[in-house]
């Protein structure tokens, strides 16, 4: 029943019209029409071909810095909430990995904005941002892998398969092409290749109750996904 971990999530077409197969197709099937509003978001789009405004890569990222935290702490509940240890020792290499490289980024592209830490600590969470921390918070206290594992698969699938989308091309500038190979890059694909074979794995476990948590989880975190992007080119705070 349980199918074969892909390697290559970005890759996958195919479309799920009942859960009973693999839940993370089905689940990205519920979540339209706003999934392919994430992965084909303008945003995405001017970052791959190097147009995206500074100021709308400046609020992006000062935003997108908070989002870290709150992700981290879910995949801690996750490596704490999983159900052995195979299952906790990829989430761990993958928490060393966001707290390492992924910061560095965020500082260097800062420096190279021109965005102080003044400027940072001046600006407000936007909505989308509250949103997000809000989501990830509910999810961390469920304590349920399959509901930690929800959110997180959003977050990591949806970035996996707009950053495929570069194909290959960067844009000159590091502070949009590190974005995209951060999110494209084969340690990446093999960790999302993995999570995404993980809510496959306990999909066929849970009950009716346990699914429909994991979907609402799923199809939110999609929604906030977008409108995280979205609040990129919104110059107001809500
Ligand atoms: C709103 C938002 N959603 C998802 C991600 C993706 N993401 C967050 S942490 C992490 C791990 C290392 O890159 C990844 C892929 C993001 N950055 N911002």
């Known amino acids: 029943m349980s199918p074969a971990p892909t390697t290559d999530a970005s890759a996958t077409d195919a479309t799920a019209t009942d859960a009973t197969g693999r839940l993370s197709l089905w689940l990205r099937d519920r979540s339209e029409p706003d999934w392919s509003a994430v992965v084909a978001h ?41 159900d052995r240890f195979e299952t906790r020792i990829p989430l761990t290499r993958f928490a060393a990995m ?14 190279a904005l021109g965005v102080t830490e003044a400027t940072r600590r001046d600006t407000p969470d936007h909505a989308a941002t509250t949103t997000f921390q809000a989501l990830m918070t509910e999810a961390r206290l469920t304590a349920d892998y399959p509901c930690c594992l929800a959110v997180l698969v959003v977050a990591e699938w949806s970035y996996l398969t707009w950053a495929a ?24 694909r093999d960790f999302v290749g993995w999570l995404v074979s993980e809510l496959d794995r306990v999909g066929p476990t849970l009950n009716d109750d346990a699914r429909a948590r994991v979907e609402d989880l799923f199809r939110r975190a999609v929604a906030a996904e977008r409108a995280f992007f979205d609040a990129a080119y919104q110059d107001n705070r809500d």
């Open 42 to 82: 303008r945003f995405t789009g001017e970052l791959i071909a190097g147009s995206v405004a500074d100021d709308v890569m400046r609020r992006y990222l000062i935003q997108d810095h908070r989002f870290v935290d709150g992700f981290v702490a879910l995949l801690g509940a996750a490596i704490a909430a999983a």
């Open 98 to 111: 966001v707290t390492s490289d992924e910061n560095d980024y965020f500082l260097r592209a800062f420096d």
């Open 165 to 188: 989308r570069a194909d290959g091309r960067l844009p000159d500038r590091f502070e949009h092409a590190e974005w995209i190979t951060l999110h494209d890059n084969p340690f990446f």
